[in-house]
């Protein structure tokens, strides 16, 4: 029990503690032992003896100790070891050590001490989250999670206050997003700062409807354009504010006037260069926690895991330039890079909780146009009126739907010869190129792609197939082909033979009314709808190309529309048609109403 009182030294407990032990003269070799006790990583001191080869292992009293207790001996730690230890721990408690601090002393351990660090502290993000759980329901969430949604927002709730910062990096298909929103929505206190969401472009309007859809009691403001808030305090009552990379670059100095509650990036890679104005924005903005999100967290070189790593928790494996002169391309090297990740890292891949999946997950994907090409559908749009006016509706819906495929499918013929790809990405050179609808699909199909996917893209117009085989993808030797009227009827099913036999990931690019029936395509597991239909049957028998029987894998199906647009009408309709069926619908009284209302909706609507 006097052994808990304040240290004494070991020559002071030889006088103090004198005819209650025995006292050894040989100094024994110290041990720093790091572990984890619930949430929080602790380190203690203890003393080594060998006996007969086997080791034993002796706990200090305290880390102020420089002895240890042997049954009823006591036995000395070097004199000043105390000292030392403090020393080395500096301003870190031992009751709640940094998990920076454990992997600085890991990867560098003093010459004096021999530092251990138990195997639980190295988990891996996706084994510890299997045994994180929720107390409870969380407040203000309109969505049933499934476990490992659960367990992942678990997870993240006790990692961040450990670590400070995560990477949500599970596949596709398994709701990054909705996780991230029921994290805030179980964090949230009154007196909190706000939210803080960096993503692409065309990631604004899905943050945005995911967040009214999961989270309606959550306020959100979207900081972009040319009426974004000019001042800090614009942000002081939101508990999300939705931003671009682009705007943080611009608005580098306003936006670090705040000390965000949560930095939250989406698709984060990003922000894998070290050396580009968006990455070293985003590192200079205060916050209390950072989640950096993405299905490829690590594309190609390993300064990839740098960049990203010291996002989430600055300094944990050094600067850039330790970094790279510490870690090679070399295995052992790899090794011990990955095991000082682990922890910060959640990665789950559909297979892994396919159990905890419907086998189908059907994920709306919301785009807004952007600025230039909002103005150009407007154009487009009062143009079909003043043409046809009422009448004209079918015809104005043409010309608005080949414009949301791209602004190329209506502004240039089959026999333009933009078409013409004399050499690979011939089209991405040329300005006009990208839109948020390529941008998400080349996102969707690249993170398909790392995860040895295949992907069905489906493209009412035949000059969207171009398009999509221009995306600049780092994988070699994937496949690429199409279906569509022009193909030959005696070589459709040689094509897919073609795509499930490769043995690399690929794409295929069809057109649903020639191949939305009749085709079994089960070595694709991710579908996009890259354009819409007014028919639900047309989508959902594309759909089943790759989920049918046979079928061994979840299937994730997107469909990517563009709101206050044409798209936006289809996507109710199709809704409503497959809520009520075809046989209740009055047809003609519906399509009127739709028809009128594609001619009056205006992308502006999306921007207020």
């Known amino acids: 029990m006097g052994l808990k009182n304040p240290p004494l030294i070991f020559e002071e407990a030889k006088t103090q503690l004198d005819g209650l032990y025995r006292f050894s003269s040989s100094i024994l070799a110290p041990v720093l032992l790091i572990s984890k006790s619930g949430c929080n990583y602790v380190c203690a001191l203890y003393g080594k003896r060998v006996v007969r080869g086997v080791e034993c292992l002796m706990p200090a009293p305290s880390i102020s100790h420089n002895w240890v207790l042997d049954e009823s001996r006591v036995r000395p730690l070097p004199s000043d070891i105390a000292e030392r230890v403090l020393d080395l721990l500096g301003a870190e408690s031992p009751e709640a050590l940094s998990f920076r601090w454990i992997v600085s002393v890991s990867r560098h351990p003093p010459d004096w001490i021999e530092v251990r660090v138990d195997e639980e502290t190295w988990a891996a993000g996706d084994e510890a989250s299997l045994a994180a759980e929720l107390d409870g329901p969380i407040t203000g969430l309109s969505a049933t999670l499934f476990p490992y949604q659960e367990h992942g927002v678990a ?94 670059v611009l608005d580098r100095s306003m936006l670090s006037a705040i000390r965000w509650k949560f930095l939250i990036c989406d698709e984060a890679q990003a922000l894998k260069n070290p050396s580009s104005a968006r990455r070293q924005a985003i590192s200079t903005l205060p916050r209390q926690f950072c989640i950096q999100v993405t299905g490829t967290p690590f594309e190609t070189a390993l300064t990839d895991v740098w960049s990203l790593t010291d996002l989430v928790v600055p300094g944990l494996l050094g600067c850039q330039t330790e970094f790279e002169a510490h870690f090679s391309e070399e295995s052992d090297s790899a090794a011990e890079l990955s095991r000082s990740i682990k922890p910060l890292m959640l990665r789950r891949t559909v297979s892994q909780v396919a159990q905890d999946l419907p086998e189908r997950q ?72 990208w839109s948020p609808k390529l941008e998400l699909a080349h996102s969707l199909i690249g993170e398909a792609f790392g995860n040895g996917r295949k992907v069905l893209l489906f493209a009412n117009y035949n000059r969207v197939a171009p398009l999509i085989e221009d995306l600049p993808l780092d994988f070699q030797h994937h496949y690429f082909g199409t279906l569509n009227g022009n193909t030959p009827q005696e070589i459709r099913q040689q094509i897919v033979d073609e795509f499930s036999d490769w043995p690399r990931p690929g794409v ?78 009055p047809n003609h009284e519906t399509e009127k109403t739709d028809l009128a209302r594609l001619l009056s909706i205006t992308p502006s609507e999306s921007k207020k």
């Open 155 to 248: 997870w993240m709730y006790e990692s961040l206050r450990t670590l400070g910062g995560v990477l949500l990096a599970d596949e596709m298909g398994l709701g990054k997003t909705l996780q991230i929103i029921a994290l805030i929505l179980l964090d949230k206190n009154h007196n909190d700062s706000p939210a803080l969401v960096v993503c692409p472009t065309s990631l604004i309007a899905n943050w945005r409807s995911e967040i009214f859809k999961f989270a309606p009691t959550l306020s959100v403001l979207i900081h972009r354009g040319s009426n974004r808030a000019g001042l800090p305090r614009y942000f002081e009552d939101v508990d999300v504010v939705i931003t671009t990379y682009e705007t943080a």
């Open 362 to 433: 059907d994920i709306d994907l919301p785009l807004e146009l952007s600025e230039p090409d909002a103005l150009k559908y407007e154009e487009v749009r009062k143009e079909a009126l003043q043409e046809f006016e009422s009448s004209g509706g079918l015809v104005a819906s043409t010309r608005l739907q080949l414009f949301t495929a791209h602004r190329w499918v209506l502004d240039h013929r089959r026999d333009d010869p933009i078409w013409d790809r004399r050499y690979p990405n011939a089209l991405t050179a040329l300005d006009g190129y």
């Open 508 to 585: 295929l690019v069809l057109n649903p009314k020639v191949a939305a029936a009749g085709l079994n395509i089960t070595a694709a597991t991710v579908v996009i709808h890259f354009t819409q239909s007014w028919n639900p049957a047309t989508q959902m028998q594309a759909s089943a190309r790759a989920h049918r029987r046979g079928q061994a894998h979840p299937v994730s199906v997107f469909r990517l529309f563009y709101q206050n647009t044409v798209e936006q009408v289809m996507v109710e309709r199709s809704q409503r048609r497959r809520e009520l069926g075809e046989d209740l619908l």
